[in-house]
């Protein structure tokens, strides 16, 4: 397949968040762990050239949150869409909306909650992983967006807080 056809896919769940006792769900921010969590998943990122052309980021606070910390250490200006549909879509929907991305991008970004982020990533890879708090999955799929499907994509690199401070350790990328 042609190497132009490769499109990638960087699923993120937000970063660590607090209690909200009382509060909406939506609402519930990150505590500092989170923030500084966020930053070092964009410094990672940043560091291996993985630059998204778009994000859709959940309208939640703590994805907003998460999302503002992660672009702040990527050093571009990059387009973002917060959709309120994105709080409560299952990997299904997640996938459906993946294949409506312009095939112009090649990279784009979706940072959300879980279980849709760690469940489109193994539907996407064919291989359950871990997927806590700010885990990132780099997702390589040969063809356009709109042909997206369940084990058609490779994970090309991954990352975690936990594993943060041991880069090269049994982690791609």
């Given amino acids: 397949m042609d190497d132009m056809q490769v499109k990638r896919l960087i699923v993120m769940r937000h970063a660590k968040a607090g209690e909200l006792p009382g509060g909406p769900d939506e609402e519930r921010a990150l505590r500092s762990r989170g923030r500084r969590d966020a930053t070092a998943a964009g410094e ?22 998460t ?28 996938l459906a909306i993946v294949r409506q991305t312009p095939p112009v991008l090649a990279t784009l970004m979706y940072v959300g909650h879980n279980p849709a982020a760690a469940e489109l990533a193994a539907a996407l890879t064919g291989a359950d992983q871990d997927f806590p708090a700010s885990a990132i999955a780099v997702i390589e799929l040969r063809g356009p967006w709109a042909e997206a499907d369940a084990g058609q994509g490779e994970l090309a690199a991954s990352w975690t807080p936990q594993h943060a401070d041991r880069p090269a350790e049994g982690m791609p990328g």
Avoid: T
């Avoid at 990672?44 to 949150?65: E, K």
């Avoid at 200006?77 to 299904?92: C, E, Q, T």
């Fill in 44 to 65: 990672w990122l940043r560091l291996r050239g993985l630059i998204p052309d778009l994000v859709l980021c959940s309208a939640a606070r703590r994805a907003r949150q």
């Fill in 67 to 94: 999302w503002q910390h992660v672009s702040a250490e990527l050093g571009a200006a990059i387009s973002v869409s917060h959709d309120r549909s994105l709080y409560h879509a299952d990997a299904g929907e997640l």
